[in-house]
């Protein structure tokens, strides 16, 4: 395969990705009362909790594992 061309099948499989909106952020944002997180109310969803830190760090090391991809086809690229 050519380089012209791996690189757009990596294009089209990154405009397939789905927009993701991640459940930490969403809880942040819910439990933010004057700029300030209410701890009270987020210890009473302490599982939400848990598993909104869980979907984050997957997501995140996803994330890394696409980065590097992407970082090593532009080596290959800059070496051609």
Same mark, same amino acid.
């Given at each position: 395969? @050519?380089?012209a061309e791996y690189i757009e099948q =990596?294009? #089209?499989a990154l405009? #397939? =990705?789905p927009p @993701?909106? %991640?459940l930490i952020? &969403? %809880?942040a944002n819910r439990y933010t009362k004057d700029g300030k997180l209410d701890y009270e109310a987020l210890a009473e969803i302490q599982p &939400?909790?848990?598993a909104a830190i =869980? &979907?984050?760090k997957m997501y995140g090391a996803h994330t890394m594992r696409a980065v590097n991809a992407l970082e090593q086809l532009e080596?290959?690229?800059?070496d051609v």
């Open positions: 395969m @050519k380089d =990596v294009i #089209r405009r #397939r =990705v @993701k909106h %991640l952020i &969403e %809880l &939400e909790i848990d =869980v &979907e984050a080596a290959i690229s800059s």
